[in-house]
């Protein structure tokens, strides 16, 4: 007795999967994915090394740690999530037929951005007005114990911050190109691969801005 054929709807399920897959192989994806993987190793390389010293020091790491203005860091933090939330409501609002207010969710992605590099920025002239930076005309000045291990800590917080920052700064230009591609009437199809990938780089730098939390904030304030 002859085996009846399986139903239609698993053909078509398993093309449809099948095209996702491949779409996550093809531009910008493949990119995407060198680049998130060079990324991650450089950071995972960074806090590693950042962990590895905090251990040898930790009372003046945690010290300096406790300088940093918990106001900034929390407005800093806020605006870095609105900018992931605001990215995942266009990227809903863009599957729908038609787009429902896309560009109203990329605008507020984008001036969430341009805040969270404001408050970033004013956080670096803050730290050069306390002498925490130790460049031009005002030496390094910290009045906790041992200046010379919280250098290392000062040093280490400003190579990987400005690092995040460079890469917020990177994929808002992105985002600003994608708003722009809605007015020129994009093809659907490319519009939500360059929307699902922003969304999986922003994803990826929320991640590190939260490991930065905890190394750059929390930990002072835990071991004080």
Same mark, same amino acid.
């Given at each position: 007795?002859?085996? #009846?054929?399986?139903?239609? +709807? ?8 099948? #095209? ?9 994806? !493949?990119?995407?994915?060198?680049? !998130?993987?060079?990324?991650?190793? +450089? ?10 010293? /905090? ?20 407005v ?10 605001? !990215?995942?409501?266009?990227?809903? &609002? ?10 109203? *969710?990329?605008?507020? =992605? !984008?001036?969430s ?10 956080? @670096?002239?803050?730290? *050069?007005? &306390? ?10 000045? /910290? ?6 291990e919280?250098?290392?800590? /000062? ?6 911050? &400005?690092?995040?920052?460079?890469? +917020? ?6 985002? =600003? ?19 699902? &990938?922003?969304?999986? @780089? ?14 750059? @904030? ?7």
């Amino acid at each position: 007795m002859l085996r #009846k054929p399986p139903p239609p +709807v698993r053909t078509v399920i398993i093309t449809h999967q099948s #095209k996702v897959i491949e779409r996550h192989f093809q531009p910008p994806f !493949l990119g995407l994915w060198a680049a !998130l993987l060079g990324l991650f190793l +450089v950071f995972a390389a960074l806090f590693l090394t950042f962990a590895l010293t /905090f251990d040898r020091f930790q009372a003046s790491f945690a010290s300096a740690a406790g300088t940093r203005s918990g106001v900034l860091v929390a407005v800093n933090g806020g605006l870095m999530l609105a900018t992931g939330l605001a !990215l995942a409501r266009a990227i809903v &609002a863009e599957r729908r037929s038609p787009p429902n207010r896309l560009s109203g *969710y990329l605008g507020i =992605a !984008l001036l969430s951005l341009v805040g969270f590099l404001g408050t970033r920025l004013y956080g @670096y002239y803050q730290a *050069y007005q &306390a002498g925490l930076v130790g460049l031009g005309d005002r030496p390094f000045t /910290f009045s906790g114990p041992s200046p010379h291990e919280a250098l290392l800590f /000062f040093n280490f917080y400003f190579v990987i911050s &400005a690092l995040h920052a460079l890469l +917020v700064l990177l994929g808002g230009l992105v985002l =600003a190109a994608i708003l722009l591609g809605t007015t020129l009437r994009q093809t659907p199809l490319r519009l939500e691969a360059w929307l699902t &990938a922003s969304g999986v @780089y922003f994803g990826f730098l929320i991640l590190v801005w939260l490991v930065s939390f905890f190394a750059f @904030y929390l930990s002072g304030h835990f071991l004080n």
